[in-house]
C-alpha cells in the first residue's frame, strides 16, 4: 500500500527468527520403538495373565453414535453381582470395576453379565500361595501349564450387521420424511385434546338415564 499524506511511516517487522518456532519430529521411529519394547517388558512381567483387562461393552454417548459399541471403564456392581462374584475378588482377576457407573438398560446389563461369566469359563485361575492344598475354583498343575497369555481378554463386537450396497426402492424414493416426523409430532402433542374430545362425544351420546348412574357411581 503506497503512503499517502504526512502519516507514521509503517514499520513492518517481517524479519522475524522463525527458526525458533520449528519443532522438528525426527524421533518419532525411536519413540516407536520404545513403546513397542515397554509394552513387551510389561507383558512379559504380567504373563501369564491378559495385558489388558476385562472391560464391558458400553454404548458410545449421543444419538449419532449410540448405534456402536465400545470398551467401557468398568463392570457395575450389579453385573458382577449377577455372574456370581463380588468387586473385591474381580478386581484380582483381571475385571475392571466401575463404582460410579449405572445400567440404564436389561439388554446392555446381560451382554455384560454374558461377558463376565465367558470370561470365568476360559479362566484358568493360578493360586495365590505354593501349598499343597488348592482353594475351590483354583487350577491344577495340569491346566496351569495350557494357560497362554492374550491381549485383550474378549474384544468388543458390533452387533448390528454392516449393511450393503443396493438400489433405492421406489417407495423410498417417495417417502416423505420431513411430513412423516412433523405428523408423528403433531399426534404425540394433540393426543390428551384428541382422548378429551372423544371423552366428550360420547357422554353427549350417551342416554340420559346412563348419564345419572354415571354421576352417583362418582358421589
Not at 462374584?85 to 454374558?114: P, Y
Not at 492344598?133 to 495350557?146: D, Y
Not at 405428523?183 to 371423552?199: D, N, Q, R, V
Request: charged fraction near 35%; proline fraction near 5%.
Amino acid at each position: 500500500m503506497a503512503i499517502k499524506a504526512n502519516n507514521m511511516i509503517p514499520s513492518g517487522h517481517f524479519h522475524k527468527d522463525w527458526q525458533r518456532f520449528i519443532k522438528t519430529w525426527f524421533q518419532q521411529t525411536g519413540k516407536k520403538t520404545r513403546r513397542r519394547v515397554t509394552r513387551n517388558r510389561k507383558a512379559a512381567r504380567k504373563a501369564p495373565k491378559p495385558v489388558k483387562l476385562l472391560r464391558p461393552a458400553v454404548r458410545c454417548p449421543s444419538i449419532r453414535y449410540n448405534t456402536r459399541l465400545r470398551p467401557g471403564r468398568g463392570f457395575t456392581l450389579d453385573e458382577i453381582r449377577r455372574a456370581g462374584l463380588n468387586a473385591k475378588f474381580a478386581k484380582t482377576i483381571g475385571i475392571a470395576v466401575d463404582f460410579r457407573r449405572r445400567n440404564k438398560s436389561v439388554e446392555a446389563m446381560l451382554i455384560n453379565v454374558q461377558r463376565l461369566k465367558e470370561y470365568m469359563s476360559k479362566l484358568i485361575l493360578f493360586p495365590t500361595k505354593r501349598c499343597k492344598k488348592l482353594k475351590k475354583g483354583e487350577a491344577v498343575e495340569s491346566e496351569r501349564k495350557l494357560a497362554s497369555q492374550v491381549v485383550v481378554p474378549i474384544p468388543v463386537k458390533q452387533t448390528l450387521p454392516k449393511l450393503k450396497a443396493r438400489v433405492i426402492t421406489d417407495d423410498e424414493l417417495n417417502f416423505k420424511c420431513y411430513a412423516a416426523l412433523r405428523s408423528a409430532w403433531a399426534e404425540a402433542k394433540f393426543i390428551g385434546i384428541k382422548m378429551k374430545k372423544l371423552k366428550e362425544a360420547s357422554e353427549i351420546e350417551m342416554p340420559p338415564s346412563e348419564k345419572m348412574k354415571k354421576r352417583k357411581r362418582r358421589h
